[in-house]
């Protein structure tokens, strides 16, 4: 730091890519270090020749979430996103994010193109321009031709492979159902093994809605094991037992087909 100012304005100036409250999350946090020691004041004076360090570690001692970077180029990143860990911030959560991480890990902006619950692991893809994310937005349909999820459900679903075909809404308290009308919701399911809780399970999706997984696993008498919100009666693994193992893609600007996996932790 080379002229005085106060701490709040210095992290603002040299994390351009951060709002003023997620800023302020790092203060409150208990990230931000001034000569090693954790400052969370936003107003704290720098003097000239002091540094200013940005911890993984918050206050609490909660280890930064261990990111796997799966791809990397001029357009896109890809990672594997552990389970609990948010895709972007919420009312309740601003700094532990994958957004965050992979922001920093970047050095500038990166661009939401499309999210998995906070309880799923596995592959995620960002745009690191506003083009490419309105290009792949734009063209999902035509551009991915695989997302592939694996599961364990309770029981063991008969017939052993079909398609499920809803449409979903929400309720005011985000729980996800099939009604009527709604977003078009469709799931090919296919039981590759047993597990000790009932079923293994392949997944790939034709839509991407909401909890769309969860929800007609649920409705199908075979909810995901740990998923509590919609009705599983055990969760051996203190997790969702759903993974994002893979995403396949032709790349909106060279046109390559590429394929991303990510190991399935259970």
């Known amino acids: 730091m080379q002229t005085p100012t106060e701490l709040l304005v ?3 100036k040299t994390l351009p890519q951060l709002s003023r409250n997620s800023v302020k999350a790092l203060l409150k946090n208990g990230q ?6 954790p400052v969370t004041q936003f107003n704290h004076p720098l003097a000239a020749g002091q540094s200013v360090c940005i911890q993984a570690r918050g206050a609490s001692g909660m280890p930064q979430d261990k990111l796997s970077i799966l791809y990397e180029d001029e357009a896109l990143i890809v990672i594997d996103k552990p389970a609990g860990l948010l895709s972007i911030a919420s009312d309740n959560e601003r700094v532990r994010t994958a957004y965050r991480q992979v922001t920093a890990h970047v050095g500038g902006h990166i661009f939401v ?10 592959v995620l893809l960002f745009a690191k321009n506003a083009e ?10 035509n551009l991915v031709t695989e997302r592939g999820y694996r599961a364990l459900v309770e029981g063991t679903p008969n017939p052993p492979a079909d398609t499920i075909r809803t449409f979903l809404r929400e309720t005011k308290t985000h729980l996800v159902y099939s009604a009527p009308s709604g977003q078009e ?6 039981v590759c093994g047993p597990s000790p809780h009932g079923a293994r399970l392949e997944l790939r999706l034709h839509t991407g809605r909401k909890n769309q997984i969860r929800v007609h696993m649920s409705e199908l008498g075979h909810p995901v094991v740990g998923d509590k919100k919609y009705g599983a ?14 995403l396949a893609l ?7 087909r590429l394929r991303f996996a990510a190991e399935t932790p259970f």
């Open 10 to 12: 210095f992290l603002r």
């Open 233 to 246: 009666a055990t969760d051996p693994l203190s997790r969702l037992a759903l993974h994002a193992h893979a």
């Open 113 to 122: 193109v499309h999210r998995l619950d906070r309880e799923t692991s596995g």
């Open 185 to 190: 919701a469709i799931t090919e399911y296919r």
């Open 250 to 256: 032709t790349h909106p600007l060279t046109g390559e």
């Open 32 to 37: 931000v270090q001034v000569d090693r020691v």
């Open 132 to 141: 490419i994310k309105h290009a792949l937005q734009a063209n999902w349909a």
